[in-house]
């Protein structure tokens, strides 16, 4: 059973939907579409990063979402091309606000992990954030958990904490079930995933010979280079094919289903590609199907060897 996420006073839907084609593969009018389409379907979550597009995917949320920027709740990032000090975080948060069109965010994450920069400076920057009211939650994404730990350690003398986490979490990617997603229940961070269809892996379109983001990006290409990751987007494709459902909707729901996890990060490049994964949020999985999909992956090795005792 997942927990919710409850920001201001109201729950942020079950799914969350990052933009981070917004401004890139998607256009203002595609992207406002899309917007239209998630709001329309209950979502109310929506994740960007400062990063994103040059910041267009900042800039087409913020217009997107005026109208009614009381009822939706905002993620964004600082600190992918720039080292995690004190001074960049409050400049890049500067402009985030003013792309997004908005005092506040709800949640702030660093977007990866600094080993150049002192966390306690990093930590400083958001704690200021924080006092003043500009940012309700602080989270850290790609960190591993030992990072996370130590974050939230020096965040206790600085009166603030670790509220969320963004990791990588698929059926093809399921490293984060070892540390990550055990210390979150542990320690009550909210969890939303990103790339739970394995950046378009798992909808099954590579195998008939479709295109995109795995054939034109070499980074997603090496990230999903092996094997068995493929040979188990064809064995989903065709369970989906028994259980009359998209492999989406039941890749995006298999994470859902995790009780770690607060809200994946769904995504698409155009409207037409969005419906399968927005199912996802009503699809109730029944258990052995959630062990049948599980067994189509590989398992992680465990955290420690004494297998004997696991
Ligand atoms: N913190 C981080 O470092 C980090 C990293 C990555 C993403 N994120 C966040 O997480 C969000 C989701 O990540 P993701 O985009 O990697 O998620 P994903 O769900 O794994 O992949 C989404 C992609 O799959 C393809 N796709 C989706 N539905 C499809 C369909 N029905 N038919 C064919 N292709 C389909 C599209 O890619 P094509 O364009 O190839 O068609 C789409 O952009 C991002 O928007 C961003 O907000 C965060």
Do not use: F
């Given at each position: 059973m997942q927990r919710l996420l409850t920001i201001k006073d109201f729950p942020a839907s079950s799914l969350c939907f990052g933009t981070m084609q917004f401004g890139g593969k998607s256009s203002f009018y595609e992207s406002k579409e899309i917007y239209q389409v998630c709001r329309n379907s209950g979502i109310n979550f929506f994740d960007t990063a400062h990063v994103y597009n040059e910041g267009r995917s900042e800039e087409f949320l913020g217009s997107v979402c005026r109208s009614e920027r009381e009822n939706i709740i905002i993620a964004t990032k600082a600190a992918y091309d720039c080292p995690a000090t004190k001074k960049n975080i409050l400049t890049s948060f500067d402009e985030s606000r003013k792309r997004l069109k908005s005092d506040f965010v709800?949640?702030?994450?660093?977007?990866?992990?600094?080993?150049?920069?002192?966390?306690?400076?990093?930590?400083?920057?958001?704690?200021?954030?924080?006092?003043?009211?500009?940012?309700?939650?602080?989270?850290?994404?790609?960190?591993?958990?030992?990072?996370?730990?130590?974050?939230?350690?020096?965040?206790?003398?600085?009166?603030?904490?670790?509220?969320?986490?963004?990791?990588?979490?698929?059926?093809?990617?399921?490293?984060?079930?070892?540390?990550?997603?055990?210390?979150?229940?542990?320690?009550?961070?909210?969890?939303?995933?990103?790339?739970?269809?394995?950046?378009?892996?798992?909808?099954?379109?590579?195998?008939?010979?479709?295109?995109?983001?795995?054939?034109?990006?070499?980074?997603?290409?090496?990230?999903?280079?092996?094997e068995w990751m493929h040979n188990t987007a064809s064995n989903l494709s065709l369970l989906a094919t028994t259980y009359n459902v998209s492999p989406s909707t039941l890749a995006i729901a298999w994470v859902s289903n995790n009780k770690s996890i607060s809200a994946p990060i769904i995504s698409a490049s155009s409207l037409k590609q969005l419906s399968p994964s927005i199912s996802a949020l009503n699809y109730q999985m029944p258990s052995e199907l959630y062990k049948e999909i599980t067994d189509l992956s590989v398992s992680p090795s465990p955290a420690t060897d004494r297998l004997e005792e696991i």
């Open positions: 709800d949640i702030l994450y660093m977007h990866r992990w600094d080993k150049h920069v002192p966390l306690e400076e990093t930590l400083t920057g958001l704690a200021e954030l924080k006092q003043q009211g500009l940012i309700r939650y602080i989270g850290v994404s790609n960190y591993s958990a030992w990072q996370t730990m130590k974050a939230q350690a020096i965040c206790h003398n600085l009166n603030i904490s670790i509220d969320v986490i963004q990791p990588m979490y698929s059926l093809v990617k399921r490293q984060a079930e070892v540390e990550i997603l055990p210390m979150a229940l542990s320690e009550k961070i909210s969890v939303c995933p990103y790339s739970p269809l394995g950046g378009g892996l798992l909808t099954g379109k590579y195998h008939q010979g479709d295109t995109g983001r795995l054939t034109e990006d070499q980074r997603y290409k090496q990230r999903y280079s092996l």
